[in-house]
């Protein structure tokens, strides 16, 4: 008998015996993992992958060592704790303090003391300061990816374009965690779609990544779409340049597709015109 609920599938708790397993099941097969000195009186599952007896606490089939199972806790997204400490899986937080911990989104976590991504603690982060923003999580110092803190920012003037695709600061520009010195920042200015630019040059965000567009024509360049741009002599997706595409007679299909004549691309790269197909008109 399945000691978990029905709706948990094929994996959770069992009886084996006068005793409780842990029982994963897969197109190999199923395996039966017992908890390590578990007492076959007391040991009972609180949900689908926490069981405890009258002196442990388990997280599937492991031990989590140092928990007290009379005043433990399941939180959600993988987190538990008890009257000492938090716990991801049958990992401690090192310096965790459960009183005032809280689950934020995203694999991150904070208390007090500390901000943790997973089980690991963020060394340096500031639990008051930080947020998520549209693009990025930051506090007042940097922004962040996974454990690491990615870039360094000016909190006093840091600002978020209403797009949700730039920010910038008194010194650089960012697209998700990465960075950009426009040639002049104090003139730098959010465009429609991907696009921005200052007093002499172009830039363009895709995939979390800031560049600048080189070689263009100022004077000419034109956003078409979120994606597309043109100026004078070429055609640009994203701020890359499509090689050999001519704006006067390039066709967008869709957001990531267009035709020179019979020459096909698929976002910036030539491909085969038979390419250019459904899959792309999105």
């Known amino acids: 008998m399945v000691v978990a609920?029905?709706?948990?599938?094929?994996?959770?708790?069992?009886?084996?015996?006068?005793?409780?397993?842990?029982?994963?099941?897969t197109a190999d097969g199923t395996n039966e993992l017992p908890l390590p000195s578990a007492n076959?009186?007391?040991?009972?599952?609180?949900?689908?992958?926490?069981?405890?007896?009258?002196?442990?606490?388990?997280?599937?089939?492991?031990?989590?060592?140092?928990?007290?199972?009379q005043t433990f806790t399941v939180l959600r997204g993988g987190?538990?704790?008890?009257?000492?400490?938090?716990?991801?899986?049958?990992?401690?937080?090192?310096?965790?303090?459960?009183?005032?911990?809280?689950?934020?989104?995203?694999?991150?976590?904070?208390?007090?003391?500390?901000?943790?991504?997973?089980?690991?603690?963020?060394?340096?982060?500031?639990?008051?300061?930080?947020?998520?923003?549209?693009?990025?999580?930051?506090d007042n110092r940097n922004l962040y990816r996974a454990a690491k803190a990615e870039t360094r920012i000016d909190a006093a003037t840091y600002k978020e374009d209403a797009g949700g695709v730039w920010a910038y600061d008194i010194n650089r520009a960012y697209v998700g965690t990465s960075a950009i010195e426009p040639d002049d920042i104090a003139s730098f200015k959010v465009l429609p779609g991907v696009y921005a630019k200052d007093r002499s040059?172009?830039?363009a965000a895709a995939d979390g990544v800031a560049r600048k567009i080189v070689p263009v024509d100022p004077s000419t360049f034109q956003i078409i779409d979120t994606h597309w741009a043109k100026d004078s002599s070429a055609m640009y997706w994203t701020g890359l340049r499509l090689v050999g595409a001519r704006p006067a007679s390039f066709k967008i299909l869709t957001n990531v597709s267009g035709m020179d004549g019979e020459?096909?691309?698929v976002r910036a790269t030539r491909v085969f015109p038979g390419q250019c197909d459904i899959r792309y008109r999105e």
């Open 5 to 25: 609920c029905a709706a948990c599938g094929t994996t959770g708790y069992v009886k084996s015996g006068e005793t409780l397993v842990y029982k994963t099941s």
């Open 40 to 69: 076959p009186a007391s040991i009972h599952a609180i949900s689908t992958d926490y069981a405890i007896d009258d002196s442990s606490v388990f997280y599937r089939f492991r031990r989590i060592l140092g928990a007290d199972p």
């Open 79 to 138: 987190f538990s704790k008890d009257k000492n400490a938090v716990f991801s899986g049958e990992l401690k937080l090192n310096g965790s303090d459960p009183a005032t911990f809280e689950i934020l989104s995203d694999g991150y976590s904070k208390d007090r003391g500390n901000v943790y991504f997973g089980s690991k603690v963020i060394q340096g982060a500031d639990p008051s300061s930080f947020q998520k923003t549209r693009r990025a999580w930051r």
């Open 201 to 203: 040059s172009f830039y």
């Open 263 to 265: 020459t096909c691309y």
